[in-house]
C-alpha cells in the first residue's frame, strides 16, 4: 500500500502541472497561436527526455508512437484548442472529468481492468465536483464545441489505455518523448496552414515556454505514464481531476478570482472522489461493508 501511494503521489504531478500551465498560458504565451504553441510545447519537450534516454524507436514502435503521438498530443491539443474556441472554459472542464469513467470502461475492454464500484462512485462524486466548482448556470452550449471536446476527451482516454497496454517493455521516459515527438511533428502542418507564420515571442513568453516544455510537458507526462505503468487506470484518472482543482485554486491565489461556497464544496467532493478511487482505502471500505451486511446476515458486528 505503501508503495501505491508513492505511485499515485507521482501521479499527481501531472494534473497539477496541467491545471497550472492555463494559468502560465494565458497570462504569459501567445493567445492568437495555439497550434503553434502546442508544437512548441510538445516538440522540445519530446527531444529533451530522448537525450536523456538516447533510445530511438524500434519495429512497431515507429507506427505505436505515431498513433500515441496523435491521440494523446496532436489531435489531442487542437481538439482542445477547437472547444476553447467554442465552449466557455466551465463547460470544458466539466466534460473533460468524465474521463476517469472512460478510461475506466476503455480499460475494461483493452486490458481487463474491471472498474470497482468505489472508483465508479469517486468518478461521479468527482464530477459532480468539478460541475460545482466550474460551471455556471447562464453559460451557453455549442454543439460542435461539445462534440469537440468530447472527441477530445476519449481519444486520449483510449490513447492513455493503449500506452498502458502496449508499453510494459519500454521505459517511460522514451514512451513519453516518441509520442510528444509524433504528436508536435503533426501539429506542425495545422500550425502552418491555420496559423502562417510562428509567432514573435518577448522574453516573459520565452520563460512560459521553457516552465509548459519542462514542466507542464516533459515532467507531467512522464510522471503520468509512470501512473500508469504501476496504478489501474481507473486510480490514474480519477489522480487526473487534481487538474481543474488546480486551475481554480491559482485563479484564487493568483489572478484575485473569487471563491465561494459552490467552489469550496466542489473542491472537498473532488478530493473525496479521489480519494474513493485509491487502493489505499480498498481495506477500510471492505471493513465498512462487512460491518454494514453483518446484521442483515444475521451475524452480530465486529
Not at 475506466?104 to 481492468?113: F, N, Q, T
Not at 468527482?126 to 476519449?154: E, R, Y
Not at 502562417?196 to 515571442?201: K, L
Request: glycine share 10%.
Amino acid at each position: 500500500m505503501e508503495a501505491t501511494s508513492r505511485w499515485a503521489l507521482v501521479t499527481a504531478i501531472a494534473p497539477v502541472a496541467w491545471g497550472s500551465n492555463y494559468f502560465v498560458t494565458h497570462q504569459y504565451l501567445p493567445a492568437d497561436s495555439p497550434l503553434y504553441g502546442a508544437a512548441i510545447r510538445a516538440l522540445p519537450a519530446g527531444l529533451l527526455l530522448l537525450l536523456v534516454r538516447r533510445t530511438l524507436p524500434r519495429g512497431s514502435w515507429w507506427w505505436k508512437s505515431l498513433v500515441l503521438g496523435v491521440l494523446n498530443v496532436g489531435a489531442f491539443f487542437a481538439l482542445i484548442y477547437v472547444a476553447a474556441q467554442l465552449l466557455p472554459t466551465s463547460v470544458a472542464a466539466t466534460i473533460m472529468a468524465t474521463s476517469p469513467v472512460v478510461m475506466m470502461l476503455i480499460a475494461w475492454a483493452a486490458v481487463a481492468e474491471r472498474p470497482r464500484v468505489a472508483q465508479l462512485t469517486g468518478a461521479g462524486v468527482g464530477i459532480a465536483g468539478v460541475g460545482l466548482m466550474v460551471l455556471d448556470g447562464g453559460a451557453a452550449v455549442n454543439a460542435g464545441g461539445v462534440l469537440a471536446s468530447v472527441a477530445a476527451m476519449t481519444m486520449s482516454s483510449l490513447g492513455y489505455v493503449l500506452a498502458k497496454k502496449w508499453s510494459a517493455d519500454v521505459d517511460v521516459f522514451s514512451l513519453t518523448s516518441w509520442q510528444l515527438i509524433a504528436g508536435g511533428l503533426a501539429l506542425l502542418p495545422f500550425a502552418v496552414a491555420v496559423e502562417g507564420a510562428p509567432p514573435t515571442v518577448d522574453a516573459p513568453a520565452v520563460l512560459g515556454f521553457a516552465y509548459v516544455t519542462v514542466v507542464a510537458t516533459a515532467v507531467a507526462f512522464a510522471a503520468w505514464f509512470t501512473g500508469l505503468r504501476h496504478l489501474s487506470a481507473g486510480t490514474v484518472g480519477l489522480v487526473g481531476l487534481l487538474n481543474p482543482i488546480t486551475g481554480v485554486l491559482l485563479g484564487a491565489a493568483v489572478a484575485g478570482e473569487s471563491l465561494g461556497m459552490p467552489q469550496i464544496l466542489g473542491i472537498a467532493l473532488v478530493f473525496v472522489g479521489i480519494l474513493l478511487g485509491q487502493p489505499i482505502l480498498r481495506p477500510f471500505l471492505r471493513r465498512v461493508r462487512r460491518r454494514a451486511a453483518g446484521p442483515a446476515a444475521g451475524q452480530p458486528a465486529r
